[in-house]
């Protein structure tokens, strides 16, 4: 897994960097591909028929970056409606968000649009947004487009990426884009959450935790 | 007897041998201390095992018997009574009549019968011992074997032709009509005949013959000249020999008593009618009368006889087993084999005589009767006569006196005494006249009474002799049907030692292989021991290549992928681990399955489904000992049965309102809307999560896997049905897992009873108000339960909803192992929601300890988020959540749920 973290980032072990933890949360459409995307950046999976998410699924992913490295606490959020109601729960203090349609699917880009303006709304206000147009490799049915997703990213200062968990296209580079629009460092201000696991009184990594 | 052993009409299932009802027992406790104590009786054909129980509602059993292998007798004489014999005990059981005993004897027979045949095609199939399933046949199977592998009968031996023989020329020869001497006569010769004939020498004969017809006619082949048999000698043959010539001798002495009697009949109405003296008639239909009981008991003794030589057969197939056991060289075993064929075909013989007998021995009857008829009349007769004499000479007497009487009279009056003798004869012939009418009407009273007396006695024999031949029959179809069953074992056993061979043969062929690598090893530069190149390659192929193919089933009996985590690996040692760790877990599951607390736990399940299944067809009633039992889990292989009962018990108001066919008009209804077009998001989100249902299921993973199509009815169908929930993602689950085990409507009814009766309100609405209360709820249990826990989760701030809300949503089929959440799912549908709140704290106390030494908030997520992989078993899942949490009231649940349901609807519900 290490030399997929560093193949996708630019890791240098050994070198002087620090640990820090931030929280991510999925948000979008049932079955745009939310899971598959964090499965295949997590453990390089990809299922055609990915158990369908219920309340909400707990996962971790650690990326290096050049000065330090980034450990993802990622929620990923189940699509359907009614589980809408209890997203505050899962976005709440996260510091990235990725928000996800499906290009084959007008209504999950609609619906989209809607979860960024929740998340503008209510969540914190410096949190890292991005979207993801996922099932990029069946691009022939396409019914969103790419320059409107874009342009929509833009005018909302999103990360704007079109993915596909089943190719594996943009999945790490979405996460890496993330990773380096989030604030590292005491230069930036320590975020909230955020953990620098190099410091002495954090050594206890907790045994149960491998 | 008693009338209070009464019987319910049998209720029947589908099945036709399902029977229960009260039964008295008898048990001989000791030397004539007879206990008779009435229990709830019940047999379902599921299982071969007769249970009874204290009452009809009892989950629990008293004890049981097998039947799989037992014999069933009963005595015609003792109304109502019959015996089970199994494994060398004896079940007397009684019921208030005859027609309830033929019901019993029936199913009894049926439930054998099933038994055999299912142990049969398992067997025939695969002799797996490893899954459930095949544990319970294994377990009936070693009941079989340990009772009546009796070979089928061969050829009849000679000595057996001669006794025959013997008997006709008795039959012909024997004139006397006393029977004591003929009987004397008759055993003497047998005996001589016996002494004269030693055990004849026997051979195998290859071919299996039944000697006699189901009919009770004789095979043509049984007339042939049997071959010469070799001898047996073992002592149990010896013991076995001598009780099986016990029936005979009595049939017999019956024999001859039959003979006797018959010259009797054919007598006596020809003399008696000559007969002089009415005294002598009289007597006649009297001995008659003691003749044919004599004749009753010793029928009875034959009978008696031949029930003691069917235990007997079944006591030598146990020692048979035995042999079996201890794997002793076959010979002998195949020679005891013969014996006790040789034996079955003697049985037959006599049984199909003795069928004959009674036979004849009715006609004999009707006979009889027409005799006692006519010399009732002829006593009639003659008793008349005799009054009328009586009454005759009394008058002369009287006469005499008076003629003295006037005589001295006389002396003084002479014409007197001319008057008086006019006056003597002129009264005579009245008197006489009134005499006999009244002598007449007595006679008629009498006759009448000692012919209501004969008839009730003839009546009475009759009705024996009824029976008996009712038993015979019986008797008779029991044998056929022992046969069989010898016949399934001998063909069974013949296939394991094969089996066994073959194994055998692997295995000392992989054992000379691999010590001719070891020695390789050893000596490597020793010339001649040193291997061609090629075998070490082809072994390490050979071991590599066997367990894949091994492997052809991949999923568990339920459909679900086994994990497989080994990657073949170019290290040896590697492989070997895993299969070191394999084999010791293959073996670890086969102890469980084999040890006594498992069988215990099965047996219980058995004992309370056989009551259940026959005394309340429809659903399940709540008991403090069904929810103990259900705690420990239901056995998988009942598990579908179970489930189904308990869901009616939720359900069966609903259905009864619903009316039948309601599943059936729901999906009608979904996909007459589908093709109108009016195509909802519930619909289009069942569509969207069918294939990402159980995606670890062989039955779900694909669109086109076997399951889909019943899943996408049952959700479709729960959509109209309850429009108020609609669907909800996590019923998918639910519906999927009861698919597992209920056919698509049970699985409807399964998903209304957990969403509308288990689980509270509005858990899967579209708020999920219901479940966000239960967080909360949970919340201060945590803190109730496990204070430590929940101030360190405090400490950091971790909200336990995050991870437990799913729990309780899908009743933890997204965390746990299959094999632990469906026991969950057993507790869940007896008890309901709250055994969720058990569980969840179950588990987070099992985890408390790996919790509590997280430091930050990232790392308690990690760890929540594992919190499962602390779980090994149910077993200690259960202990905590059924034991170690309590007290654990409903009430406070309640109340709790209560208000912060109101609190959540009063602030517009946000977590």
């Known amino acids: 897994m290490a030399a997929r973290n560093s193949a996708g980032g630019a890791a240098r072990p050994g070198g002087p960097n620090r640990t820090c933890q931030f929280k991510l949360v999925l948000l979008g459409e049932s079955a745009v591909g939310k899971s598959s995307l964090v499965l295949r950046f997590v453990k390089g999976q990809f299922h055609e028929y990915q158990e369908s998410t219920i309340g909400a699924a707990f996962l971790t992913q650690t990326v290096c970056l050049d000065d330090a ?3 993802f606490e990622i929620w990923d959020t189940a699509g359907q409606e009614r589980y809408h109601s209890l997203a505050p729960m899962y976005y709440r203090g996260a510091q990235a968000a990725i928000v996800v349609y499906d290009i084959t699917n007008t209504e999950s880009f609609i619906k989209a649009k809607n979860w960024v303006k929740e998340l503008q709304r209510q969540a914190s206000p410096n949190i890292v947004m991005a979207l993801a147009g996922n099932k990029a490799d069946v691009a022939q049915k396409r019914t969103v487009e790419y320059e409107e997703a874009n342009a929509y990213a833009e005018d909302n200062a999103l990360l704007f990426m079109e993915t596909s968990a089943k190719t594996s296209m943009n999945v790490n580079d979405i996460f890496m884009a993330i990773a380096k629009k989030l604030p590292i460092g005491p230069a930036q201000g320590e975020p909230t959450g955020t953990v620098d696991m190099n410091q002495p009184q954090q050594q206890q990594k907790g045994s149960c935790c491998k | 007897m008693s009338a209070t052993a009464t019987i319910s009409p049998p209720a029947r299932e ?39 129980y204290k009452d009809s509602d009892d989950i629990k059993c008293i004890g049981r018997v097998s039947l799989s292998g037992a014999a069933f007798t009963y005595d015609p004489k003792e109304k109502g009574r019959f015996e089970i014999h199994s494994n060398s005990e004896v079940i007397i ?32 199939s695969s002799l797996d011992i490893s899954s459930l399933t095949g544990r319970n046949s294994s377990a009936v199977l070693e009941e079989y074997s340990s009772l009546s592998p009796v070979p089928p009968p061969r050829s009849p031996k000679p000595k057996k032709r001669t006794q025959f023989t013997n008997e006709e020329s008795t039959e012909s020869t024997v004139e006397s009509s006393e029977n004591d001497e003929s009987v004397a006569e008759e055993v003497s010769k047998i005996e001589e005949v016996e002494s004269e004939e030693p055990p004849t020498p026997t051979t195998e004969s290859s071919a299996t013959e039944w000697y006699l017809h189901p009919n009770g006619q004789l095979n043509e082949r049984s007339l042939q000249m049997p071959k010469t048999i070799e001898s047996p000698e073992s002592v149990l043959k010896r013991l076995a020999d001598q009780s099986i010539e016990a029936p005979f001798r009595a049939i017999r002495r019956n024999l001859s008593n039959w003979k006797g009697s018959r010259q009797n009949t054919v007598d006596e109405p020809v003399t008696s009618s000559r007969k002089s003296t009415a005294l002598s008639t009289y007597l006649s239909p009297e001995e008659k009368v003691i003749e044919l009981s004599d004749k009753v008991s010793s029928l009875e003794e034959v009978v008696d006889s031949l029930r003691a030589a069917l235990l007997l057969a079944q006591r030598n197939n146990e020692a048979l087993k035995k042999i079996e056991d201890m794997g002793e060289n076959n010979e002998e075993m195949r020679e005891y084999l013969l014996e006790k064929e040789r034996q079955v075909t003697e049985l037959h013989i006599s049984n199909s005589i003795n069928a004959r007998r ?24 003659f008793r008349e006569s005799l009054r009328t004499k009586e009454e005759l000479i009394l008058r002369m007497c009287e006469e005499d006196n008076r003629d003295d009487l006037l005589g001295s009279m006389a002396d003084r009056n002479l014409n007197v ?18 005499v006999d009418v009244s002598s007449v009407d007595c006679e008629e009273a009498t006759r009448r009474v000692l012919d209501e007396e004969n008839v009730r006695d003839v009546g009475e024999l009759q009705d024996l002799v009824e029976g008996y031949r009712t038993q015979n029959q019986f008797l008779n179809a029991e044998i056929v049907e022992l046969h ?48 061609e190149p090629g075998v070490l390659k082809e072994l390490l192929e050979e071991s590599a290549r066997t367990p894949r193919e091994s492997q052809q089933n991949l999923t568990d009996q339920l459909g679900f992928y086994k994990k497989d985590d080994f990657s073949a690996s170019d290290d040896l040692l590697d492989t070997a681990t895993f299969y070191m760790k394999k084999a010791g877990d293959i073996v670890e599951a086969t102890k469980l ?82 093709q109108d077009g009016s195509y909802d998001a519930a619909i289009k989100q069942i569509d969207l999560d069918l294939a990402r249902t159980l995606p670890t299921n062989k039955l779900f993973d694909e669109p086109g896997s076997a399951n889909i199509e019943k899943l996408r009815n049952v959700l479709y169908a729960f959509r109209y049905h309850n429009s108020h929930v609609g669907y909800c993602q996590g019923l998918n689950r639910l519906a999927a897992i009861a698919l597992l085990y209920l056919d698509e409507q049970d699985a409807f009814w399964f998903l209304v009873a957990c969403v509308e009766h288990l689980q509270p309100e509005g858990y899967y609405t579209s708020s999920l108000i219901g479940a966000v209360a239960d967080q909360k709820v949970l919340r201060d249990l945590v803190a109730e339960k496990l204070p430590k826990l929940a101030a360190h989760l405090r400490s950091l701030e971790v909200d336990l909803s995050l991870f437990a809300l799913c729990w309780f949503l899908t009743c933890f089929v997204d965390v746990l192992p299959h094999s632990i959440y469906l026991t969950i799912f057993d ?48 077993k200690s899942l259960a202990q905590v959540a059924f034991n170690e949490l309590n007290p654990f009231p409903q009430k406070t649940i309640e109340s709790k749920r209560q208000q912060y349901l109101t609190q959540l609807k009063d602030t517009g519900h946000c977590m």
């Open chain 2, 827 to 874: 507790a869940f549908l007896y008890e309901g929601n709250k055994v969720l709140f058990r569980f969840a704290l179950a588990l987070l106390k099992i985890c408390e300890p790996h919790v509590l030494q997280c430091k930050t908030i990232g790392t308690v997520h990690q760890c929540l988020s594992k919190a499962q992989d602390h779980i090994t078993d149910f």
């Open chain 2, 14 to 52: 589908l099945r036709t041998s399902s029977i229960c009802g009260y039964l008295h027992r008898i048990e001989v406790r000791s030397i004539g201390l007879i206990t008779r104590r009435r229990y709830w009786f019940a047999l379902c054909d599921s299982t071969p095992y007769l249970y009874w």
């Open chain 2, 417 to 434: 005494l001319a008057d008086a003798n006019g006056l003597v004869s002129d009264v005579e012939v009245p008197e006489g006249i009134l």
């Open chain 2, 593 to 674: 399955e084999q040890s006594e607390e498992y069988m215990k736990w099965l047996q219980s399940w058995d004992s309370f489904l056989v009551n259940n299944t026959v005394s309340r067809p429809i659903g399940i009633m709540s008991s403090p000992d069904l929810k103990t039992l259900i705690r420990t889990g239901v056995p998988p292989a009942y598990r579908g049965r179970v489930w189904k009962s308990i869901v009616t018990h939720w359900v069966k108001d609903k259905q009864a309102e619903l009316g039948n066919g309601y599943y059936q008009s729901m999906t009608k209804k979904a996909s007459t809307k589908k």
């Open chain 1, 69 to 71: 490295t980034i450990k």
């Open chain 2, 484 to 531: 069989a069953i010898i016949q399934s074992l001998e063909t069974r056993e013949k296939k394991l030692i094969r089996q066994n061979f073959d194994l055998e043969a692997c295995y000392y062929q992989l054992k000379s292989r691999y010590l001719m690598v070891l020695n390789h090893f050893k000596s490597p530069t020793k010339p001649g021991k040193i291997m």
């Open chain 2, 93 to 124: 059981l009684e019921c208030s009549s005859d027609k309830q005993r033929n019901e019993w004897m029936k199913a009894l027979q049926s439930t054998r019968k099933r038994s055999w045949k299912t142990v049969k095609s398992k067997s025939d």
């Open chain 2, 358 to 381: 009674a036979r004849d021995f009715e006609d004999q009857n009707l006979k009889l009767e027409d005799t006692i008829n006519d010399l009732q009349q002829s006593v009639e007769a």
